[in-house]
């Protein structure tokens, strides 16, 4: 299960309310709303591939893409399970220089076997956030003055651990599992006039496909056989037909590079995974319910304190994730690192669709919002612009965002 | 009454959302110094009706003309039509809770000398209008310290101050215990003589009887009819059958009671204000409900009858809790809402809005709420049974909505009373508490609810109804307990049981406490 545009993942979870029947004018706004992220990515990716003569969609460039993402977009994850909770995060850029150097120090300086080293960080991660969400679901401080709090602690305690130098270099595992690449496991094959690509990263490709249409088929099938309503055949194949078309394109690409990244390998786990867990799981559902009303969440038996302390546990192992990619990355664990990761993180997941009041949003879509801001930066970098201007567009892009899912609420507030 | 001049013409007024035609040539005309009484059921249009005319539906968005002392209006905003004395007092009330009654009375208007606000002239003029309205309290008090009731009145006093000369009321007393109730009527009275136009919008039918000299009543965004109270040959029963279309014989379904073994009972049960040390709350109160039986439950705003409820429901509300909860004759302790999901017992929370629904989910996601394990296999939601149970319940408990899909804040207040009891009928309780079941709710919707709760006995569960409408308890319940100042003062039968005979008992105890 390895696919690569998010987009798919999406279809594959399916939207189930964009099929109901006999609300058809409403249908469309609400589709807006949900697909405009999309929509808008689409846009800017097209934006930028004309911009830059093509190169944007180069096989090398979609790799950098997202190898330079990858940790905000882990980050990202956790966030936006933490807004729709209806609360902030605003530690993680520490959390992620903290873990870093614990890593490094575990590694380099007391050769602390990698994979254990990893689990270790990970559990470090993990008891930051059990910290935080002590103190915001028990104790009843709001997260965005704990983790404001956090941000110097973790800081403070990251500069303790490193003593203002850097620590490096990291065991190979470590650094080819950030920067490292899928073997030739069974070699090239030709693509007329693409050249060579690697044969194994274009059979996961496949399998991921043929994975999407199953499940996609499954769930369709299962609506079926509950008499709800589902979309046309027709328009349900072309939907399969273009994200399949999207995903083989990304993979063709980075197989006609250097094959898979190993980052992105992990991502679409996590990004499959916690797709399932907020669509699915008793858990997840239990986020949404609090974010969208905790009183009315308390009164129907949700354990409320014990979802916010667990998310808070998650996005601190989430940091722990990001801070070992990004020290394998510069193969080094650096007393600033990490250095206003929070914010990219928060702007993803609102350019994603989260809701200010919390109870709304989706994984993807905060995946989304950060490769969003990742074409951005890397799109104006190729076309040489500076970074003021790069700012001043994820600024506005950020902006723009949020404004459009005010401006869609107040009208569907409006037609009460 | 005063002869027929017109100070507001609402005319051919249509309005329409995506969909949805709201308004449909709506005609009303108010006549100087009236009290008029706007009815309807929820969703008849009666709140877009006066936010057209309040101009938060601005001049262009609708069809129709407003003509007011007149004149041609075409408001662009609220405070286009509040400069011409047209004020609206929300359900919801406006006020901001941290600052001063006179703060509050002239927000926006401040009584300034050279651009800094005159505070003496602002909290003398406040007091004067505070005694306008009888309220006994002091300017400089802060709105969060007054009752709902007082909260009301600062309201109008803030309209006063704006001079206004029409003064509409969404639902004014919906949140007023009896006493503040009648208080605001009076008030209502005396600005009708004082030459104050007023429009009230209610569902308390005995109100409107009391204090309107004319209804009008909307159903469906049209205006049925205008009727004159005046003659005294209008029923109460004339008005429903106006607002619902069909004669309603009976208020509440017939109902023959099955009752069996107790399935709850409460022995001793103490509760403390977690938030005003050393407060009783709710003293050694006992009551018990029986399978098949619907028990009501009467207090008085602050009785403490929703802090009964919700500690014995997994103690959600309260701090030093004492007493025996006893299920099926087994005493059981009640920790924590699960535990009290665990033991078979439901509550339905008086506000719904704010405690009961998740307002930005759609139906199913709010049915499932509370059940929401019964759907899941080791953790995973199954979604397509999920969307069966909850389009079950919207067919079996008759909400109007197109699909489960649909979001509930968008459903009218019967419908998602409806689906709060979907939500805990799901659960598979034993017992239901209903705080409020019908509060807000239409009267044809009210009917459906009471079938609901009829057929929840009918199936051996029991039923607490908490309510503030006596009649409903009356026509509902088999046995009603009182309960006054914490207090359980009286276990009545429905046979034996009278509005006045309840009624004395909901205040006894206040009148033997020494002062």
């Known amino acids: ?416 | 009454m005063t002869g027929s001049d017109i100070i507001l013409q609402m005319q051919g007024i249509t309005k329409t959302f995506p969909g949805v035609k709201a308004l449909q040539d709506v005609n009303l005309d108010v006549r100087r110094g009236e009290i008029l009484a706007i009815c309807g059921e929820n969703g008849a249009g009666k709140s877009t009706l006066m936010k057209v005319l309040s101009g938060v539906y601005p001049h262009g968005s609708y069809d129709g003309e407003i003509l007011f002392d007149g004149e041609p209006c075409r408001f662009a905003g609220i405070r286009d039509s509040e400069h011409r004395g047209i004020v609206i007092i929300h359900q919801e009330l406006a006020l901001a809770s941290n600052l001063s009654i006179a703060e509050n009375i002239f927000l926006g208007n401040e009584q300034a000398t050279r651009g800094m606000i005159d505070w003496n002239k602002t909290n003398a003029a406040a007091a004067q209008l505070l005694r306008r309205v009888g309220l006994r309290e002091n300017p400089t008090t802060q709105v969060v310290d007054l009752g709902v009731g007082k909260q009301q009145l600062v309201e109008i006093a803030k309209a006063i101050s704006k001079d206004v000369k029409l003064l509409i009321l969404d639902e004014p007393t919906a949140a007023l215990n009896d006493e503040d109730s009648a208080h605001l009527l009076e008030l209502l009275r005396g600005l009708r003589d004082e030459g104050i136009t007023c429009v009230i919008i209610s569902h308390k039918l005995n109100e409107v009887m009391a204090i309107s000299d004319r209804v009008t009543i909307i159903r469906d965004g049209k205006t049925i009819t205008t009727l004159d109270l005046a003659g005294g040959d209008v029923t109460e029963d004339r008005i429903i059958s106006g607002m619902v279309g069909r004669d309603l014989d009976h208020r509440f379904p017939p109902h023959e009671p099955n009752v069996g073994e107790e399935v709850l009972r409460i022995e001793d049960w103490t509760v403390h204000s977690p938030t005003q040390h050393g407060r009783v709350v709710v003293r050694e109160a006992n009551l018990s409900v029986r399978r098949g039986e619907i028990v009501g439950l009467a207090g008085l705003m602050g009785a403490g009858r929703t802090e009964l409820a919700m500690s014995v429901f997994g103690r959600s509300y309260g701090t030093n809790i004492s007493g025996r909860i006893y299920r099926d004759g087994k005493e059981v302790t009640l920790k924590s809402v699960q535990d009290a999901i665990r033991h078979g017992i439901a509550y339905a929370t008086e506000d719904r809005k704010r405690y009961g629904l998740n307002l930005i989910e759609d139906i199913k996601r709010n049915v499932s709420a509370a059940g929401l394990r019964k759907l899941a296999k080791g953790g995973w939601v199954d979604d397509n049974e999920e969307f069966k149970v909850a389009d079950d319940y919207r067919k079996s408990m008759n909400i109007k909505a197109p699909s489960v899909g649909s979001v509930v804040g968008k459903l009218s207040g019967g419908n998602q009373q409806k689906v709060v009891l979907s939500k805990w009928i799901f659960t598979d309780p034993e017992v239901l508490i209903l705080d409020e079941p019908t509060r807000g709710i239409d009267v044809g919707a009210k009917y459906e609810i009471y079938t609901i709760i009829n057929r929840l006995a009918d199936q051996g569960k029991g039923v607490l109804v908490i309510s503030s409408e006596l009649p409903e308890l009356l026509g509902l319940c088999d046995r009603i307990y009182t309960l006054a100042e914490g207090r359980i003062t009286g276990e009545v039968a429905r046979a034996e049981a009278t509005q006045e005979g309840l009624m004395t008992l909901m205040t006894a105890h206040g009148q033997e406490v020494p002062r």
Do not use: C
Not at chain 1, 12 to 34: D, I, K, M, V
Not at chain 1, 234 to 243: E, H, N, Q, R, W
Not at chain 1, 364 to 378: D, P
């Open chain 1, 1 to 416: 299960m390895t696919s690569v545009a998010p987009t798919n993942a999406d279809l594959a979870l399916g939207t189930p309310s964009a099929s109901e029947p006999g609300n058809a004018p409403r249908r469309f706004n609400l589709n807006l709303r949900q697909s405009g992220i999309y929509i808008a990515f689409a846009l800017i990716v097209v934006l930028f591939t004309i911009l830059t003569g093509g190169d944007l969609l180069a096989p090398q460039n979609i790799s950098n893409i997202v190898v330079q993402n990858s940790y905000i977009l882990v980050l990202a994850i956790g966030m936006i399970l933490i807004i729709i909770a209806g609360h902030i995060d605003l530690s993680v850029g520490s959390v992620v220089a903290a873990s870093g150097a614990f890593a490094a120090i575990m590694m380099v300086d007391h050769n602390v076997p990698w994979p254990l080293a990893l689990l270790i960080t990970l559990v470090f991660g993990g008891l930051i956030g059990a910290w935080q969400g002590y103190w915001v679901a028990y104790f009843g401080i709001p997260a965005f003055i704990v983790t404001l709090a956090g941000m110097l602690l973790f800081r403070a305690v990251t500069l303790m651990i490193l003593g203002n130098r850097g620590i490096g270099p990291f065991p190979d595992e470590v650094r080819t599992l950030s920067n490292g690449f899928t073997d030739g496991y069974l070699g090239n094959i030709g693509l007329g006039a693409l050249g060579g690509a690697d044969l194994f990263s274009i059979l996961i490709g496949v399998l991921a496909v043929a994975a999407i249409v199953w499940t996609q088929w499954r769930a369709r099938a299962g609506r079926v056989k509950y008499n709800q309503a589902v979309e046309p055949l027709a328009m349900f194949i072309g939907k399969l037909v273009v994200a399949a078309a999207i995903l083989m394109f990304v993979v063709i690409q980075l197989a006609r590079f250097r094959n898979l990244p190993w980052v992105l390998v992990l991502l679409a786990v996590l990004v499959i995974g916690y797709s399932v867990l907020t669509n699915r799981a008793v858990f997840g559902r239990q986020i949404y319910a609090v974010g969208g009303n905790l009183q009315a969440a308390t009164l129907s038996g949700v354990k409320v304190k014990s979802v916010v302390f667990w998310l808070f546990v998650n996005m601190g192992v989430l940091a722990g994730v990001a801070g070992i990619i990004f020290a394998g990355r510069l193969n080094q664990a650096n007393p600033t690192a990490g250095d206003s990761f929070e914010l990219d993180a928060i702007a993803a997941a609102f350019i994603g669709g989260a809701a200010v009041q919390g109870g709304v949003g989706k994984v993807v879509g905060a995946i989304t919002g950060g490769l969003i801001m990742g074409v951005i930066n890397n799109g104006m970098s190729l076309i040489g612009s500076p970074s003021e201007r790069v700012m001043l567009v994820k600024g506005a892009v950020l902006l723009a965002a949020v404004a459009f899912d005010v401006y869609t609420k107040r009208r569907a507030g409006a037609s009460r």
